[in-house]
């Protein structure tokens, strides 16, 4: 049942690195990971991945197959043609570490940039009341593994890295409507921050992020567009502006 | 070398799933300095993974519920080997923990009347599981995560360092607790990135590193799961209780080969799906226990009505507690009506609609889609037993989750034992690791206000030290993933879901045979982000887990829970008031019986005592409690 496959493997570190040629056996039924993991096991002990759950719920062994952002544990070796080279790579908006693995600390930096959720003061243990299409919304988003696919694809970081300290990226713009959406959230002003402080309107909408989203969260059409709208509504109609002022949330 | 990286805390974390978040926030809010330490990337933890939800009686569904009825059924799963006080306060304190995480942002699916919703699980009476879909794991790790971002910014806007309080320490491995006058003093380890070492002292450590699986071949486990926190805390001098204990989950995938083991939620029978052989039978009727025959339907009708109406009819035998289920459908594929992959059919698809799966079941759908090909809204999906959980670990006081024998040393959800007996019910995990994830917070926070920190020796430092270069220093020794697959193939054949004393008696030769040749591990390449390198400190704890597991269990002559031995068929009365209580003497693990803490009388006065009958002598049923 065994086939062997050609992989080409991107080994080096910070410094200097290089495509390494292997011949590997692939069983029915496996994905890139297993196959990766038999290189691990049997030909380069010290070939670096991360890896957790093998079932596309983790977000760890996020990585560039074939030049597409992609979770190795959720690409199967069978939709490749037979004899098929399969390059892969470290994700390529973030710096590396070693072999398929990157430093992704800019995004928890970002995540800290984010404001939290702010509970209603007058609300106590279990008094909340949602409606479960209410709480949809933001659940959507709250799907998310933080794999960094979407970071990792987005042309405004990919290859700008002038752009990172000034862009938060898609992972945070769904935490922002995450939040902005949540039934309760006291915080007010989330979208305008997220235009003003993390980069909003920096997105020109080409919905990359969405069509690597292994959770296919729609990112573009679900959350970036709509606070895009609202913030253009808000900032632009000055009946609206006054309107945010006396409301207790904004749009 | 490069220069050691020391830091110092007043309590140390060890573990970034669900009990050691919890724990971190309860000790940072109680004022102190806190570092968590984590194996993978802040936010992996294998809590994601927890699917069906968390078990409160907040009685939203049906109002019949309260914290008595769930200490029943813990008990019950647990066939009454739990430690009383454990299973008491979970099921009094639940509640409490999933409101406040709904006070932290957290978002549960909601019922009618806009309440968190709850849902049916396998040994519980009544629909009890909080949840999200089924992802229910991933909600509270996010909403944990959050919440540390949270106190973060606090101290970031307060002191100027979002890390002035609270830190993560990503991608790090502890090899070593150090003590220092009999009592905790740190801990020591290495970042995974680079391989240099790291020094951390702490009068206080919390052990929150979850489960065994990667002991075994076929688990549900992520790479995580090497019984890190058993194994550290067995070389601190805790104890380990009740190790023989292991829950096979009933439905693991068992195709295609790349998924084999990897979880399919109990929610699925629980939202109505059926097991079937590969003659069509629905064959669970056949595998009710005497002590279960009056709380699950023995006919297709009655368990079919039970759907559309809980209160007159006897639950589905499918919702059996797991070691039931999984021993059932072991049974089936041995008695040659399994699959050509060696599961049984479950089968959602004739039940309940298309959309209506695609709903409640949106990850289980996704995963069979994406990576079986199968789709479980058309067609059943294949499963078989998986190593799941592990009942037994750190011997802990209830209250505190302080380990016991070793001052400064606390375990809180699944490396501790006692709580769940002999076999867990699904759903309880995800309240324990917060119910006890709190209590390890304030048990550590109390104990550190309470004494005084002791430094951390030179000797010390240079003993952990040594440990860590010693497989660099060896050319030519043995390959950490042979060792480990063998062991794998050891535990899984021999100290798995059936067992008998001879084959536990050989597995224990084994395993000692294969922990003498890792002594001998070298390591290839240099130490940055070195799997090789990574594997040889995980080997060595999964093996003295496997070690303290095929010990007490042989010693346990009965079947109970999460241990079967086929020489020992029976639940016996006399076995049920014994703890295995593992310790390490410096070179092996040594396995002694304990009494279990009986059941007080307030506690014992819950049940009907003809229920209690089929557990106890009839000593401890004409006490009456032990008080």
Redesign the interface.
Same mark, same amino acid.
């Given at each position: 049942m065994a086939r062997k496959v050609n992989l080409r493997i991107w080994r080096g570190?910070s410094n200097s690195g290089s495509l390494q040629n292997v011949e590997v056996d692939a069983?029915?039924?496996? @994905?890139v990971?297993?196959v990766i993991h038999r290189v $691990?096991?049997t030909q380069m =002990?010290?070939?670096?991945?991360?890896?957790? %759950?093998? /079932? &596309?719920? %983790? =977000?760890?062994c996020s990585m560039e197959i074939n030049g597409k952002p992609r979770l190795a544990c959720?690409t199967?070796m069978s939709s490749f043609e037979e004899g098929e080279e399969i390059t892969v790579t470290p994700l390529r908006a973030f710096p590396v570490?070693?072999?398929l693995?990157t430093d992704?600390s800019f995004n928890?930096k970002k /995540?800290?940039e984010i404001?939290?959720?702010e509970?209603p003061a007058d609300?106590g243990? &279990?008094e /909340?009341?949602?409606? $479960?299409i209410d @709480?949809e919304r933001? $659940?959507e988003f709250?799907? %998310?593994?933080?794999c960094f696919l979407c970071q990792d694809t987005c042309h405004v970081i990919r290859d700008h890295e002038e752009n990172k300290k000034s862009f938060a990226g898609p992972r945070f713009f769904i935490r922002v409507a995450e939040?902005d959406m949540?039934p309760l959230?006291m915080l007010k002003n989330r979208k305008r921050t997220a235009q003003e402080e993390h980069g909003l309107g920096m997105c020109n909408i080409t919905k990359c992020c969405t069509e690597v989203c292994p959770e296919h969260i729609r990112i573009t059409d679900n959350a970036i567009i709509p606070m895009k709208e609202r913030v253009v509504d808000v900032k632009y109609d000055p009946a609206r502006w006054l309107g945010s002022k006396i409301r207790r949330r904004e749009g | 070398m490069t220069e050691l990286e020391r830091y110092k805390y007043d309590v140390l974390v060890i573990g970034a799933g669900g009990a050691g978040l919890r724990a971190a926030v309860e000790a940072r809010e109680a004022g102190l300095r806190v570092a968590i330490i984590c194996k993978s990337l802040f936010g992996k933890a294998h809590t994601v993974m927890a699917e069906g939800g968390a078990a409160a009686s907040m009685g939203n569904v049906n109002s019949g519920d309260n914290w008595q009825v769930h200490f029943r059924d813990t008990m019950r799963g647990g066939k009454f080997l739990n430690h009383y006080r454990m299973a008491e306060l979970h099921a009094k304190e639940s509640p409490d923990r999933i409101y406040e995480l709904e006070m932290w942002g957290a978002l549960f699916d909601r019922t009618k009347e806009g309440k968190i919703s709850q849902r049916n699980f396998g040994g519980h009476e009544y629909p009890r599981l909080a949840h999200v879909g089924d992802r229910t794991g991933l909600e509270l790790i996010r909403t944990m995560q959050q919440k540390i971002v949270q106190l973060q910014q606090k101290d970031a806007r307060e002191y100027g360092d979002a890390q002035a309080n609270i830190r993560v320490f990503a991608e790090l491995t502890i090899t070593e607790i150090i003590k220092e006058g009999g009592k905790v003093a740190g801990a020591y380890g290495y970042w995974r990135e680079g391989g240099n070492e790291v020094l951390f002292e702490a009068p206080a450590v919390v052990i929150a590193t979850g489960g065994v699986g990667k002991t075994f071949k076929i688990t549900s486990n992520s790479w995580e799961g090497t019984g890190d926190g058993h194994a550290l805390a067995l070389k601190a001098g805790a104890n380990l209780v009740d190790m023989e204990f292991l829950q096979f989950h009933p439905t693991g995938m068992v195709w295609p080969p790349s998924v084999r083991g990897i979880l399919v939620t109990e929610s699925v029978r629980g939202e109505g799906g059926v097991l079937t052989n590969t003659l069509g039978e629905r064959f669970m009727f056949k595998y009710i226990p005497e002590v279960f025959k009056d709380k699950y339907a023995d006919n297709e009708e009655e368990a079919d009505r039970w759907y559309l109406d809980q209160d007159n009819n006897r639950r589905p035998p499918e919702l059996l507690p797991r070691d039931e289920v999984a021993r059932a459908i072991n049974s089936e594929v041995k008695a040659g009506r399994g699959t050509e992959h060696g599961g049984v059919f479950l089968d959602v698809s004739k039940r309940i609609p298309a959309e209506v799966i695609k709903k409640r079941l949106p990850s289980m759908w996704h995963q069979f889609y994406e990576l079986a090909g199968v789709d479980i809204t058309k067609e059943a999906m294949e499963v078989g037993p998986t190593c799941h959980y592990v009942m037994g670990g750190v011997e802990v006081e209830p209250d505190t989750a302080a380990a016991v024998g070793v001052p400064g040393l606390f375990a809180a959800g699944e490396v501790a034992g006692g709580m769940h007996g002999s076999n867990r019910l699904g759903g309880n995990s995800l309240s324990d690791l917060l119910v006890f994830g709190r209590r390890a917070g304030m048990g550590a926070a109390a104990y550190v206000k309470s004494t005084t920190p002791v430094a951390v020796s030179d000797a010390s430092v240079k003993a952990a030290a040594d440990r860590i270069q010693a497989p660099f220093t060896r050319a030519g020794g043995e390959n950490a993933y042979s060792l480990h697959q063998e062991l794998q193939e050891v535990t899984h054949n021999l100290v798995g879901i059936i067992r008998t004393g001879s084959e536990l008696q050989d597995a224990i030769g084994k395993i000692a045979e294969i922990r003498k040749r890792s002594q001998n591990v070298s390591v290839a390449g240099d130490r940055k982000f070195n799997p090789g390198f990574h594997l040889a400190f995980d080997l060595d704890n999964m093996l003295l887990v496997a070690e303290s597991t095929a010990k007490s269990a042989i010693a346990r002559e009965e079947s109970r829970g999460g241990h079967t031995r086929d020489d020992f068929p029976g639940m016996s009365d006399k076995w049920r008031q014994v703890n295995h209580i593992s310790s390490y003497n410096g070179s092996e693990v040594v396995v002694r019986e304990q009494k279990l803490p009986a059941l007080p009388k307030e506690l014992f006065d819950l049940f009907d005592v003809h229920e209690l009958e089929k557990y106890m002598t009839p000593e401890e049923i004409a006490k009456g409690g032990s008080n």
């Open positions: 570190d069983n029915e039924g496996e @994905v990971l297993d $691990q096991a =002990g010290d070939l670096a991945v991360r890896w957790n %759950c093998k /079932a &596309g719920k %983790c =977000g760890s959720m199967r570490i070693k072999d693995v992704v928890y /995540a800290l404001p939290a959720y509970h609300l243990p &279990g /909340a009341r949602m409606e $479960q @709480v933001s $659940q709250r799907k %998310c593994i933080e939040l949540h959230d | -």
